[in-house]
């Protein structure tokens, strides 16, 4: 579970990025973070995953403040950032060891997910090769698996779609769901409505870095009081702030 | 019409992120500026002392215009030797090529663009070596106007020829290594094998130049008027012809030398154009691709190297790989450690007469009273080393945009500072034990002597480290595009070189002032490098975790 109390993040002193921001994140969900290029996602996950400082306001994740135990809340997380080129000069499988150090994952447990991840995501083949000679989504991919390899009770990602092909995103999706439903939580940003639509059990939509809306998809139709794309909510939404 | 080449080289050149001192606090910016305007004049005022000292005796036998040319070619022979690096990382492995090479732009256009860009950036460079020389023998011989005209169209043009020599052999290296597989191998033995090209060169025209024969020189020395100037060889024609301009700059002759020196730099630099033209390509093109095997591993193959391992060790492994990996940080702060010992022996081993000389130093070593500045010089070797590789000096830098990453990680800071410690001291370290082997077995330095240095020099190789991470800590380099950036454009590891080299002062000048013995020496360095040592390590593990936690990223 995620809480987020009255969060406050400034930049340069005069842009606000995140807005006296209150979200609860519940476990067992798929929560879809929504809103346009700029709205203070990538902000807020990264006050969430400890990356960055909050202003002000408390960052709670299952119950224990990022403040006071930042290695506690960041062991119980899985981060999957937007850009996945880092560690390029390590091979595949030298990135998954060094992040199952980090996360101190035990030699035994560590084999059996390594060979079950890289079965799933169709990875074997390369994980001896360097990170470098990996496509865009198969970079993605590996990120995805080092997030995993710890079976993290928080799942985070932003924008985890892109570049992926479409069997690696559907294989994404579900194991998104599977990993929700094992009572954990899994929080992801999108600018892609129909992604959220299929998938989220509750959205989110942020605007300059306040939330507008927060409930599930039905909800929202409720709110709306009309049977309409998601799209157009969301453009109507987002544009009335202007 | 626009020159696209011109036009190409003002992008790239506000492209790059300068001294990197934006994003920093006005309290880093304020000491950085202090650190500039004391360290620069500094140095140019060294020059400028060195230059008057040089001056009176030459007077005397009429071939102060030597200065000049030595000057020059010094300075030539600098840009050199640095350009090799930069000529290759900007020329090949600069990130902004992948944006280049899909442009409509003539291999030509890429090529003179970026040899501005490095003319420019050495501009600094050459300036602090030439101007003092300059000033200082104008002020003294009392020339005229034209002097200084000359002069500074001079320095403009310095860069060029030693500038193109090196792209011309970055170039060939480049077209001939550019092979499919193991980029960075090849990138790597691509860059040693210009830098070594480089290096030798030099030294054996500075090997010709030494060959001058008795009689000759003295025939020389008794024209007196300068003779000595055009009778110099040099890689750099450039330089000769240069000191004649300038030294000559109130008669016609200096006006032809002048006249031969602009012409010759234009000719240069379109023959590098032309030569850009023809090979550039097929050097860079495909060079960013890396190879991979893509061999199936079975169900047994993932066992391989997926031991769980302890986070300290895990990550400075990771730090240590990294740096192996990436060829500029493997050519600027690994191999580095192991060329000093080369570039100090070098000269001693490449010219004849002074075999002597190897001789004559491992003699006075072995003076029974000798073993305290012994000591003391290997303590002060080790602070420069450690100081100039720059591992510890551009370890914040070096993670570049994805310093993100280390934020998330469920390790703590100090733990995080601590790995990035224990790999910059493992390869200095490393450093210092090539040095000792070269001691011993070179200048029969005693071995017990060897091996305290092995037992003690950690002490100021830990501090170097030490400093150089909390200098990166304060005013990190994070917005590169060019691993180049991170390691040699990074002022941080100017810093840490100029503390090393500052400390290694300090260490060497008392002990051979007073005579320090071994016993004397060895408990005064390590008690105060020691106490130093733990003094910096309790800032880096307050002020230097909060520092890093208080990055923006």
Known sequence: MIELLNVNKTFNGNVKAVDSLNLVIPNGEIFGFLGPNGAGKTTTIKIITGILNADSGSVKVNGIDIKEEPLEVKRSIGFVPDTPNMFLRLKGIEYLNFMADMYDVSTADRKERLQYLAERFGMTDVLYDRIQSYSHGMRQKIVIMGVLIHNPSVWIMDEPMTGLDPKSSFILKEMMREHADKGNTVFFSTHVLDVAEKVCDRVAIIDKGRILFNGTIEEMKEHFNRNESLEKMFLELTDSEK | ?553
């Open chain 2, 1 to 553: 019409m626009k020159n696209k080449t011109l036009n190409l080289a003002m992008i790239l050149l506000k492209n790059g992120s300068g001294l990197g001192l934006k994003g920093s606090s006005t309290a880093t910016k304020v000491m950085m500026i202090v650190l500039f305007a004391i360290a620069i004049p500094s140095m140019m005022g060294g020059v400028g002392a060195f230059t008057v000292f040089l001056i009176e005796p030459l007077m005397k036998i009429g071939q102060q215009g030597l200065v000049l040319t030595w000057g020059i070619g010094i300075t030539s022979a600098a840009i050199f030797v640095f350009g090799i690096f930069y000529i290759i990382s900007t020329f090949y492995f600069a990130s902004d090529v992948e944006y280049l090479l899909p442009l409509p732009l003539k291999p030509r256009q890429i090529v003179g663009a970026k040899f501005l860009v490095v003319t420019v950036f050495e501009y600094i460079f050459a300036a602090m070596i030439f101007i003092p020389i300059w000033i200082t023998y104008g002020i003294r011989i009392s020339m005229g106007p034209l002097y200084y005209i000359y002069g500074l169209i001079l320095l403009l043009l310095m860069p060029i020829m030693p500038l193109a020599l090196a792209s011309l052999l970055s170039m060939i290296i480049m077209r001939f290594t550019n092979l499919k597989r193991h980029k960075d191998a090849f990138k790597i033995i691509g860059g040693l094998l210009a830098m070594f090209l480089g290096i030798g060169i030099n030294l054996m025209m500075q090997n010709m130049s030494m060959n001058l024969s008795p009689e000759k020189l003295s025939k020389l020395l008794q024209q007196g008027q300068n003779s000595l100037i055009g009778a110099l060889p040099s890689i750099f024609p450039t330089a000769g012809w240069a000191g004649q301009a300038l030294v000559h700059s109130g008669s016609l002759k200096g006006l032809m030398y002048f006249a031969i020196c602009i012409g010759f730099s234009v000719a240069v630099f379109a023959g590098l154009l032309a030569l850009g033209q023809l090979i550039y390509l097929k050097g860079v093109v495909g060079l960013s691709e890396t190879g991979s095997r893509r061999h199936g591993h079975g169900l047994q193959g993932i066992d391989k190297g997926v031991e769980k391992g302890s986070v300290i060790s895990t990550y400075t492994l990771v730090e240590l790989k990294l740096l192996f990996r990436t060829p500029i940080y493997f050519l600027n702060c690994v191999i580095i450690n192991f060329l000093w010992p080369v570039f100090l022996l070098f000269p001693f081993l490449v010219r004849n007469e002074e075999v002597d000389m190897l001789t004559e130093i491992s003699n006075a070593i072995n003076q029974s009273d000798a073993g305290g500045i012994i000591l003391a010089a290997f303590f002060g070797l080790a602070l420069f080393v450690s100081g100039s590789n720059g591992i510890a000096a551009s370890a914040i830098s070096r993670e570049g945009q994805e310093l993100y990453v280390k934020k998330y990680l469920p390790m703590s800071y100090k733990d995080q500072l601590i790995a990035k410690l224990l790999s910059a001291l493992t390869l200095s370290y490393v450093g210092i034990v090539s040095m000792v082997i070269v001691g011993i077995v070179l200048f029969k330095i005693p071995v017990t002597t060897g091996v305290l240095v092995l037992l003690t020099g950690w002490l100021p190789v830990l501090f170097m480290c030490l400093s150089g991470l909390l200098i990166d800590l304060y005013n990190p380099k994070l917005d590169w595009d060019n691993e180049q950036k991170a390691v040699k454009q990074n002022i941080n590891v100017l810093y840490s070189i100029i503390i090393g080299m500052g400390l290694a002062a300090a260490s060497v000048i008392p002990a051979v002032a007073f005579k320090w013995s071994i016993t004397v020496t060895l408990l005064i360095l390590c008690s105060a490098f020691l106490a130093l040592d733990i003094l910096l390590y309790n800032v880096l593990k307050t002020v230097g975790v909060r520092r890093f936690g208080n990055i923006d990223c």
